[in-house]
Nanobody, 117 residues
Framework: QLQLVESGGGLVQPGGSLTLSCAAS????????IGWFRQAPGKEREGVSC????????NYADSVKGRFTISRDNAKNTVYLQMNSLKPEDTGIYYC??????????WGQGTHITVSS
């Protein structure tokens, strides 16, 4: 079973930055594309960003383009999401999955982000 653990969330003021980490447990992450997803209070989970297994291809939701950067360090078995210029609407629980489509049935606890002054 592919298990991923998210970390790095917290409370940040609008305009601030955070870096999230997605670490693999029990498997080698380098063979998988990894997606970041988020779920805002009262809303459905949505895709935020995705990176190919090699790291050579990335994509972003329109709402985060130019502010978020996804990257990976396969040697550390970890994928990152650098988030800059955070907005209150970025508030939510952030999850990662070994899928860009989110077709994953072992979602972790996620990491909470609150953007508020």
């Amino acid at each position: 079973q592919l298990q991923l653990v998210e970390s790095g969330g917290g409370l940040v003021q609008p305009g601030g930055s955070l870096t999230l980490s997605c670490a693999a447990s029990g498997f080698t992450l380098r063979y998988y594309a990894i997606g970041w997803f988020r779920q805002a209070p009262g809303k459905e989970r949505e895709g935020v960003s995705c990176i190919s297994s090699s790291g050579g291809s990335t994509n972003y939701a329109d709402s985060v383009k130019g502010r978020f950067t996804i990257s990976r360090d396969n040697a550390k078995n970890t994928v990152y999401l650098q988030m800059n210029s955070l907005k209150p609407e970025d508030t939510g629980i952030y999850y990662c999955a070994p899928s860009c489509r989110g077709d994953y049935n072992s979602w972790g606890q996620g990491t909470h982000i609150t953007v508020s002054s």
